[in-house]
């Protein structure tokens, strides 16, 4: 379905009508001026480039209760102070699937993405948070990694936030890791934030919320962001679409490693690591390491700045840490110079407004009247075998655009 394909329905459904549209890119303007007490001038320079009118973001604005506003001046002061659970309560409020409350998440998500942008150019144009994301199959040991990786980052002056996004189960719906459970030690960080959050079905393993919270987390202050997926194949690919520098954590088991693992991810990761290099598995890692060193070399490049490179740490000794977050800065710092970071992040940006557009289009075709009273039957034939999928498709998607 193309872009003008998928704004037709959208504006068919009501679900990008102007207004709407409008109001949720300004929303924030007016809610800044009245709610930060004028300390963002620069906010007031970009509405101009913002789309929409004057109209309707009064208009919206206008719509706020008293309550609401002094919440959403509460949650932003808090936040941008660094105050942890204004910033629990920040996610919350954008992964509620609440109508009301998601419009009161957008202009949050305005202003501080407005903040965000006070903040890069006092930085000199650069982003203020590195963002990292971290995946592998079960029992790489990623939970083990972030507890000693995100213990040295703190001890060092940074803080650190962790985005664990654990896979929901299908019959209950509850999530099953319990992620924070597992790093003990750094859950009591002051200087930490752990947030698991359960996927909810998405496929992938990455909530659709995931890089709005990455968001709030910066607007916190962290500068180090690490996202935790769910190593099952799409969630890495997901992950890589949100963040500066994608990680590839592997466990030195016995048998075919290299055929294990899909081509497609070794070529979307920026460092390979190789975990658990101590004791009786130290002589595997350092043959898994040289195995995916030659494999990187044959694979083609998704930077023209930076070669993937191979480490191995142990999490148990520590060893190997240091020199691993040495390699994430010298990645940082070559594609910050180069300027395909923030090249990366733009077209990151455009990706995931796609991704949103095709899940609520997705929604409101499978919530369409016509789609809805048509779909069992058709549902029923295709299972006898009398018509094809394709056909029923096609049936369905003309009944969704004829209906008025």
């Known amino acids: ?4 394909q998928v704004f ?24 800044n001026s009245a709610l930060q007490r004028g300390q963002s001038a620069q906010w007031t320079a970009s509405r101009g480039r913002s789309y929409g009118t004057d109209s309707a973001l009064s208009h919206h604005v206008g719509e706020l209760t008293d309550r609401e506003s002094r919440v959403l001046d509460r949650l932003y002061e808090g936040l941008v102070s660094g105050q942890r659970a204004c910033l629990a309560e920040s996610i919350t409020l ?68 962790v985005l664990a996004v654990d896979p929901s189960s299908c019959t209950t719906g509850g999530s099953l890791m319990g992620d924070k459970t597992r790093m003990t030690e ?22 659709r919320t995931t890089n709005e919270a ?44 290299l055929q294990g693992i899909k081509r497609g991810i070794i ?56 020199e691993l977050w040495a390699k994430m800065c010298e990645f940082r710092d070559a594609m910050l110079c180069s300027g395909e970071l923030q090249a990366r992040r733009r077209s990151q940006q455009k990706v995931w407004m796609w991704n949103l557009i095709q899940q609520s289009v997705l929604r409101h075709f499978q919530e369409h009247p016509a789609v809805r009273d048509g779909l069992p039957a058709l549902e029923d034939r295709v299972t006898r075998g009398d018509i094809s999928p394709g056909l029923a498709a096609d049936l369905l998607l003309r009944a969704f655009s004829s209906a008025k």
């Open 214 to 257: 990455i968001v709030l987390c910066e607007g916190a202050g962290y500068d180090i962001v690490l996202v935790e997926t769910v190593g099952v194949g799409q969630s890495e690919f997901a992950v890589a679409d949100m963040v500066d520098m994608f990680v590839l954590l592997i466990p030195p088991a016995g048998g075919d490693e």
């Open 1 to 4: 379905m193309g872009p003008s």
């Open 94 to 161: 954008v992964e509620t699937q609440h109508p009301r409350k998601k419009e009161l998440a957008q202009i949050l998500l305005q202003r501080v993405l407005a903040y965000r942008r006070q903040q890069e150019e006092l930085n000199g144009g650069k982003p203020v948070a590195f963002r990292v994301g971290l995946s592998g199959p079960p029992g790489a040991g990623k939970s083990s990694f972030i507890e000693v990786f995100g213990k040295m980052l703190t001890g060092s002056g940074h803080k650190v936030s």
């Open 267 to 322: 070529e979307m990761a920026d460092l390979v690591v190789v975990t658990k290099a101590d004791g009786e598995l130290l002589v595997p890692a350092r043959r898994i390491q040289a195995e995916y060193t030659s494999a990187l070399k044959l694979l083609r490049k998704k930077s023209k700045t930076w070669n993937p490179k191979v480490v191995r740490l142990s999490s148990r000794t520590g060893e190997g840490v240091p």
């Open 8 to 31: 037709s329905v959208l504006h068919r459904v009501g679900l990008l009508s102007p207004l709407r549209t409008a109001s949720l890119c300004h929303a924030a303007a007016g809610c």
């Open 186 to 207: 750094l859950s009591r960080d002051m200087r930490a934030f752990i947030r698991p959050s359960p996927t909810s079905g998405t496929l992938g393993g990455v909530t």
